[in-house]
């Protein structure tokens, strides 16, 4: 009888861990989401499993990717990953710990319940909920206070997106015309090339870091090389008219 009641909790144990597996490896199904915001939760995968496979990703010693201890306190650990972009240092951090007497369910809940987020991250200033999708999928607008050695004007950044959309009560202007498909954004990144105090900051001490990317559905078939054309042409132009109406302002 002992023998079969071991057998069946190490079976237990398998199927436990057969479905914890299945669970992550949701995340890398190709199956299709269905529903009104299909589009985000398509988005909320990509990212999951990106951030699962960062969360996955070794740490020891011998790892191949440069993670380094830089905090260790009893079971608790510390990595980073050292990595800047444009001279900026976006280090991806990692914290692994053990803490008795909690599920994994639990502390998972605490971490993402949006009303008690400001009695833990003593970061936060404000957390409005925007919009709450389902159960566990919500927009938030997250105030943080200014942390030393960070200050107000050390980051600067704006963003414009634009998308086509399609509305029934806006007709073409004419029969001959298409519904041009287009995605735009621009990206603008104050860029300081002193260490003035910002009170002495003139035009000379700052910068402003452009990035403009465009996708055009040109609303029916045209020849690559037509398209390809047009853009060569338009795309330079269109630029140079928007910085010297702005400088000429």
């Known amino acids: 009888m002992g023998d ?5 909790k190490v079976s237990e144990n398998e199927d436990n861990k057969e479905k914890q597996i299945n669970t992550l490896n949701l995340l890398l199904s ?15 995968r990509l990212v999951a499993n990106q951030q699962l496979q960062h969360a996955l990703a ?12 830089f905090v260790e306190d009893g079971n608790l650990k510390m990595y980073k990953l050292e990595n800047e ?3 900026i240092v976006i280090d991806p951090l990692k914290a692994l710990h053990c803490i008795d007497g909690v599920t994994a369910r639990e502390f998972i809940d605490i971490f ?13 200033q404000s957390c409005v909920i925007i919009e709450q999708l389902s159960p566990d999928s919500v927009f938030l607008h997250q105030v943080h206070r200014r942390i030393w050695p960070t ?30 498909k287009f995605t735009i954004a621009m990206l603008c990144q104050t860029i300081l090339k002193s260490n003035k105090p910002i009170e002495q900051l003139t035009r000379d001490d700052v910068q402003c870091r ?5 996708e055009v559905h040109p609303g029916g078939w045209v020849p690559k090389i037509g398209v390809r054309q047009v853009y060569k042409k338009e795309y330079p132009k269109f630029y140079e008219h928007l910085v010297n109406m702005f400088m000429t302002k």
């Open 112 to 124: 993402f319940d949006p009303f008690i987020k400001q009695e833990w991250d003593d970061t936060i």
């Open 58 to 69: 070794d740490v020891s010693k011998n790892n191949t990717e440069g993670w380094e201890l």
């Open 30 to 44: 190709n199956e299709p989401i269905n529903g009104p915001n299909s589009a985000f939760f398509e988005e909320v």
């Open 210 to 214: 452009i990035v403009y990317v465009a």
């Open 85 to 87: 972009i444009d001279g």
């Open 151 to 180: 200050a107000t004007h050390a980051f600067d950044a704006w963003m414009v997106c634009n998308k086509s959309t399609n509305r029934e009560d806006v007709e073409l202007s004419s029969s001959s015309a298409v519904r041009v």
């Open 4 to 8: 079969s009641n071991t057998d069946e």
